[in-house]
């Protein structure tokens, strides 16, 4: 039986049901149908009239939910519940004394399993994917028959796979009581599934192993083959000019294409800085075209003379499109010019890619819980059919915790294969960094280039062409990179794991026994094992009275601010509280923690395996790592300070008061004009918004980056007769009485006027919160739609709802600001809520300005600018764009620092107008009418 409840919140012990539908069935068959609005005896909130359009008078007319129970619990009977969501309704259901008996089959559940790319396991996007009728969305009966109809597609896919595989689905949520496990049980049981051959995990290893199968031992880096160490030639510099002119190889690639003088001017600069091995920076405004001006150029280099090109984002959105759209027109450009066919290929780190020796050993062991089962049984359906591993792959939701702990984080390096990980197939990482060794442009993220460098350059293979687009964020990605976070939790589970007698710890030791050698290492393995258990206790009851203290300390000096983050300063570790709670407990945590790793080490060292390392050793390394890192941490933030890192405290007070402890460098150019920039090859630095008031001299300093030569190339486009830019002179000031409900209701003049796509950039959660259901209610009878980042989906999901809805408006927080486009449409109205200053009280932002001698001028205003610049970019992207762009923020007009932003934007046409006339400023605007 197919149920759905609607009810007047989400507390099943407070909150009362309003509406009930039942559909009850076999197979196709629809047997009889239940459904009734329920009187609660209160008031519906805005929110729930507005999500389910039921309506005060609906239920006020409705019966009570006594008159009827009994005769809801007789129409459900002994039937098994099927639902989306469904635990959720069966809760509701046994506090209002519905007596329901047996385990409900979850739709969302199962399809996380079937369907484990996702994106969106929501019940209306799975009946839009699959074409289920759902014309009531948040009424009982419409949802509960869509409920059924997934039911019985998804019911399919299952019954599509290998009996073998719903064996061992059947098997990973058994002792959770997972609903999932139980239905994969009972199709066993009937004889469901498939008599495919596979193994007893569930999948066709052979078929596994073929499918990511290496050609062959992969050389090492050093051995690459075919690479050329010379200089490269002067003549690519002419073949790129040429390819780029009216007429050449580009525009007979590529019909739709426009030469732009600033595309041809900024590809040439690139090539001759690849020619000369040299340092060159570029800002290239929106519409240049800068990815296509820097993979050409790079690209016939490489085919000419050998070699490799490195290209890296920030973003995986531009990561996508370089791989999926820019490089394959770049191919067939240098395939046409040179005959030479070249291979692109995408490299991430460790932790994105799965572990089959992980998996495997996971989906052998018994007592997982619902979050495990789902995660083990997703990656089984996946591995019939990716080629990568990686993450992206699948839909996580949040259960990416659980996928880390089945991760190639922490495979071991061996001394065969040049520090690759296992050297027996089946290995995703290994088969990512054999194709990346065979690549000839390389894609990877800031993160990983950062981790090279801290790698010493052991992680990328070499290349003779570094790339790094969105250059801007590289500083943020390598202060992170740089410094860390320990978090309590996680490092008190790590040393509870190695004093459980059953585990990884316990699996590690007899390893360590049967492969340990001679005699004498045999016996010493019990006493490593007793030192490392007495080791790992000692640490625990230290650490935790360390945390505590800290936990307190960090309350107490933050206990009138908004944030719980303690900067922990000189003075701070001279207190008598710091030494009684910190510096105390420390002097035994220390050598204790050393003893941990030390002897982990030692056990790593006897069990290990070069061919094929067990589960229990990369599991224990993965350990073994976190304990290292953070003991030399530690070490830093209490007894050995860097004088270029801050560091500091946080009580989250979402879980539990968890205590976070974390240090980042302040300044990080040395490290990579050092790490990063002295190798020998060419650097190239790209991006929109690099420069500083036309110089780019503060973003040199910040990177370490001297360039041979700086380059900006404005954007294309007529922005004064693209983009009116309005400015209320009356709005409230940011932070006094009256702004905030001023913003909502200029964000909504400016959507009704817009009739398109309107987006609102905020800098704060709490602001864009109130906004979107304040906005949502005002437009529910209307046909402008309201998306909220978080409420309504993550970044990516918000903008392709932009995307497909033609009247709506979005409203983004501050990862928004750039990043992601839309695919098909632009944006109409593009509003700005306040500048976008950092956080003042922000560890990292704060420590960086102290030492200027004017912050807010020298620090605050520029990272400001900078983040202005991006989020007006969101607006116009093509020639035939026209928008609006709102500043909510009148600072821009009334502040002196405000000429720094309104200089720092392409002049479009400028009016300052007062909130009542915004609206019509738009519509003149969008229509065409001049203002």
């Not at 490195?310 to 046409?336: A, H, P, W, Y």
């Not at 650490?543 to 800290?550: D, H, N, T, W």
Request: charged share 25%; with cysteine; net charge negative.
């Amino acid at each position: 039986m197919a149920l759905d409840l609607e009810t007047t919140g989400l507390n099943s012990a407070s909150d009362r049901i309003i509406d009930v539908g039942a559909v009850k069935f076999q197979g196709d068959e629809q047997i009889g149908e239940f459904h009734s609005l329920v009187n609660p005896r209160s008031r519906l909130s805005d929110f729930i009239v507005s999500l389910t359009g039921i309506s005060q008078a609906d239920v006020d007319e409705a019966p009570d939910w006594n008159t009827i129970r009994d005769d809801l619990q007789d129409f459900i009977g002994d039937a098994r519940l099927v639902g989306h969501n469904v635990e959720f309704d069966v809760g509701f259901l046994r506090s209002h004394r519905i007596h329901v008996e047996k385990l409900s089959y979850d739709t969302e559940q199962m399809a996380r399993v079937a369907l484990p790319g996702g994106p969106e396991f929501g019940l209306v996007r799975l009946a839009q994917r699959f074409g289920v009728l759902h014309d009531d969305p948040h009424r009982a009966l419409s949802d509960a028959l869509a409920s059924r109809d997934l039911f019985l597609i998804l019911l399919a896919r299952f019954e599509g796979m290998p009996t073998a595989a719903l064996t061992r689905i059947a098997a990973l949520g058994s002792r959770s009581n997972w609903s999932v496990s139980e239905l994969a049980s009972n199709m066993v049981a009937a004889g469901d599934g498939t008599d495919a051959i596979v193994g007893r995990l569930g999948i066709d290893e052979d078929l596994l192993s073929d499918r990511i199968r290496l050609p062959g031992r992969p050389a090492t880096w050093g051995e690459a083959a075919g690479e050329d160490e010379g200089g490269f030639s002067d003549e690519h510099v002419v073949q790129t000019e040429m390819a780029f002119l009216p007429g050449g190889l580009v525009e007979e690639t590529m019909p739709a294409f426009e030469a732009r003088d600033g595309q041809r001017e900024m590809a040439v600069a690139v090539a001759r800085a690849i020619a000369g091995q040299q340092k060159l920076m570029v800002e290239a405004g929106t519409g240049i075209g800068k990815s296509l001006a820097y993979l050409l150029p790079a690209a016939l280099m490489v085919a000419g003379q050998g070699g490799r090109a490195v290209i890296s984002t920030n973003t995986l959105n531009l990561q996508e499109q370089l791989l999926n759209k820019d490089f394959g027109t770049v191919r067939e450009i240098v395939k046409r010019e040179t005959g030479v066919e070249l291979d692109a290929v995408q490299l991430k780190g460790r932790s994105n890619y799965l572990c089959v020796q992980r998996w495997r050993d996971a989906v052998s062991q018994p007592n997982h819980d619902q979050s495990e089962a789902r995660v083990l049984s997703q990656c089984l359906n996946w591995l019939g059919k990716t080629e990568t591993g990686d993450r992206s792959e699948l839909s996580l939701g949040w259960d990416t915790g659980v996928f880390s702990r089945l991760s190639a984080e922490g495979c071991p390096p061996t001394t065969v294969g040049g520090g690759y990980p296992c050297q027996g197939p089946p290995c995703f990482m290994l088969k990512a960094r054999s194709d990346a060794h065979q690549a000839d442009v390389l894609i990877v993220n800031h993160a990983l280039l950062i981790s090279d460098m801290a790698a010493e350059n052991n992680i990328l293979p070499p290349h003779q062409v570094l790339v790094i687009d969105e250059a801007h964020h590289l500083r943020d990605v390598a202060t992170r990179h740089l410094g860390f976070e320990i978090r309590e939790t996680q490092f008190i589970d790590d040393l509870n794991a190695l004093t459980r007698s059953d585990g990884m710890f316990p699996r590690l030791v007899r390893l360590a026994t049967s492969r340990g050698g001679g005699e004498e290492a045999l016996s010493s393995v019990p006493d490593l094992q007793r030192r490392v258990v007495e080791a790992a206790d000692k640490a625990t009851l230290e650490s935790s009275r360390m945390f505590e203290a800290l936990r307190d300390l960090t309350g107490y000096v933050t206990r009138r601010e908004r944030t719980r983050e303690m900067r922990i300063l000189g003075m701070t570790r001279i207190t008598s509280e710091w030494r009684r709670g910190v510096d105390e407990p420390w002097v035994i945590l220390h050598p204790a923690l050393s003893a941990v790793v030390t002897g982990l080490r030692s056990l790593l060292d006897l069990a290990a395996n070069d061919s094929q390392p067990d589960a229990a050793v990369i599991n224990v390394n993965a350990l073994y790592e976190r304990l290292r890192d953070i003991n030399s941490w530690l070490m830093a933030l209490i007894e050995q300070p860097d004088e270029n890192f801050v560091y500091w405290s946080s009580v989250n007070q979402r879980r539990n008061m968890e205590l976070h402890l974390s240090g980042a460098p302040l300044d990080v150019a040395s490290e990579l004009r050092s790490g990063l920039f002295s190798q020998d090859r060419a650097h190239i630095l790209t991006g929109a918004t690099i420069s500083e008031s036309g110089s780019f001299e503060r973003v040199q300093t910040t990177l370490g980056f001297d360039a041979d030569e700086t380059l900006s190339i404005g954007s294309p486009f007529d922005f004064k007769n693209a983009a009116l830019i309005l400015v209320p002179e009356d709005i409230p000031q940011p932070n006094t009485p009256g702004y905030n409900e001023a913003v909502t209701s200029a964000v909504h003049d400016i959507a009704s006027a817009t009739q398109g796509r309107t987006l609102a950039l905020f800098t704060a959660n709490s602001a864009l919160n109130s906004t979107r259901d304040v906005l949502f209610n005002q437009f529910k009878n209307t046909e402008t739609q309201v998306f909220g980042q978080g409420r309504d989906g993550p970044a990516a999901r918000v903008m392709q709802l932009l995307n497909d809805t033609e009247n709506s408006v979005a409203l983004g927080a501050m990862s928004l600001w750039e990043g992601i486009d839309l695919q098909d449409a632009s944006i109409d109205s593009l509003v700005m809520t306040r500048l976008p200053f950092p956080e003042p009280r922000d560890p990292i932002h704060d420590a960086r300005a102290e030492n200027l001698e004017n912050p807010f001028n020298g620090y605050f205003v520029p990272e400001a600018v900078t983040k202005f610049r991006q989020g007006f970019g969101r607006l116009i992207r093509s020639r035939t764009d026209r928008g609006v762009f709102v500043v909510l923020d009148r600072r821009i007009i009334s502040k002196r620092y405000g000429r720094l932003f309104q200089k720092s934007i392409p002049q479009g046409t400028v009016q300052r107008v007062t909130l009542g006339t915004i609206s019509d400023y738009v519509e003149k605007w969008l229509a065409g009418v001049p203002v």
